[in-house]
């Protein structure tokens, strides 16, 4: 995958809060860069998967893996080891938010690889069960799962079963963990053939309900986030961009959209955690001078054009448009969205060559505009 020539802007933080330059331009120069290792799941997917064990569960259908799984743990975090003088002689090692040990003992058929393989995920919730506690204090556990099988495609529960480890035995503090018999359940599960798109790790690029061959549809379901963008441009997840590009993208980056025809034609959308109070028209004024004494203090080749507060739809906004030089002296305009619900702060920086700019806000950026919602 190359992205070469995507500048991306990222204001994302509220300098006034954090006290970090109010302005991060983050040139990427291609394939030539470094990149650094990164596991195909993010912490941020790993995030969206879990949130999944709330969903509503169809057992008409009996349970079944559809596609390739990914088997995450959630729940607690548990970890005893053999080398102390109470456990039983199995090492158990347990960290919650993570893809599970026991995703590389399922079979190799139907274990995902990456996110883009992913039909069924597996939740697998830990938790530790206090049998007894002896004179001295030391609890005596077992350990115990809840494996959640998930349907991603359809969104919905499709069994849930608990397992239960050995109880511990005489001086041992825990017994033994389940992870072979849950491994054995996993593939033991009736194969069902993927649908024939997948989702990406971030949302899918179907078209709009509208029946638009000219859009596309991009959702991010953790973040409750959604808007058309134009079908010829492409998706980048956070995760892609550090694997291709070796730059230290910002932590709440959900996606990088880009024209192939024109990589400095190009969107990176974040959700940040943002207060309610700085949500309003109010804040977004007082936002805008910060910005602007910011600028003043900014290299020569900052220069700003314009900046409106007022509604979209049911929510504040503030679009502050500017133009900047890059290294190689490209010629950049940008225009930031800022926007939201209480508690999640949407921001789109929309980046184009200055003389192209005009025509790629008609063609692609008003339209990510028009047709944003946050519910």
């Known amino acids: 995958m190359t992205i070469q020539g995507i500048y991306i802007c990222i204001a994302c933080l509220r300098a006034r809060a954090f006290k970090l330059p109010l302005l991060t331009l983050i040139l990427l120069v ?8 990164q596991g195909p799941f993010s912490d941020k997917i790993i995030q969206e998967y879990a949130s999944m064990a709330s969903l509503s569960e169809e057992k008409r259908q009996g349970p079944y893996i559809v596609g390739k799984a990914v088997l995450i ?12 003088a109470f456990t039983t002689d199995e090492r158990i090692e347990i960290e919650s938010q993570t893809v599970s040990s026991a995703h590389q003992k399922i079979d190799k058929q139907i274990r995902a690889e990456n996110p883009s393989e992913v039909g069924t995920v597996v939740l697998l919730k830990w938790a530790k ?3 007894r506690t002896n004179i001295a204090g030391i609890e005596f556990c077992r350990v115990v799962c809840e494996v ?4 991603k495609s359809n969104h919905y529960v499709v069994d849930k079963t608990l397992f239960a480890g050995s109880n511990p035995e005489g001086l ?11 491994v054995k359940y996993v593939n033991a599960l009736p194969r069902r053939e993927a649908p024939p798109r997948a989702a990406p790790d971030r949302g899918s690029s179907a078209e709009p309900p509208s029946g638009r061959s000219d859009t596309r549809q991009y959702s991010d379901t953790m973040n409750k986030l959604s808007f058309s963008y134009p079908a010829a441009w492409k998706e980048a997840t956070p995760a892609e961009v550090r694997e291709a590009m070796g730059a230290n993208t910002s932590k709440y980056l959900t996606v990088v ?3 192939p025809q024109d990589r400095t034609q190009n969107v990176n959308v974040q959700v940040l955690p943002t207060a309610a109070q700085d949500l309003s028209e109010a804040a977004f004024r007082e936002f805008v001078q910060t910005m602007d004494r910011g600028f003043q203090n900014a290299s020569p ?9 007022g509604p979209l739809r049911d929510m504040a906004s503030l679009q502050y448009i500017f133009e900047a030089t890059r290294p190689d002296g490209v010629r950049l305009r940008q225009k930031q969205l800022r926007t939201g619900k209480p508690g999640r702060e949407v921001v789109i920086t929309f980046s184009a060559r200055a003389e192209a700019y005009d025509k790629a806000d008609e063609t692609c950026f008003k339209i990510i505009t028009n047709t944003l919602t946050l519910d």
């Open 30 to 37: 291609g394939s030539s860069c470094s990149p650094t290792p």
């Open 73 to 84: 743990n959630v729940g607690e975090s548990i970890s005893h080891h053999h080398e102390t």
């Open 129 to 131: 069960e206090v049998l």
């Open 148 to 151: 959640i099988v998930v349907d």
């Open 172 to 182: 041992h503090r825990w017994g033994s963990s389940p992870e072979n018999e849950i």
């Open 257 to 259: 959209l880009f024209d």
């Open 301 to 309: 080749g900052f220069r700003k054009l314009s900046s409106r507060v």
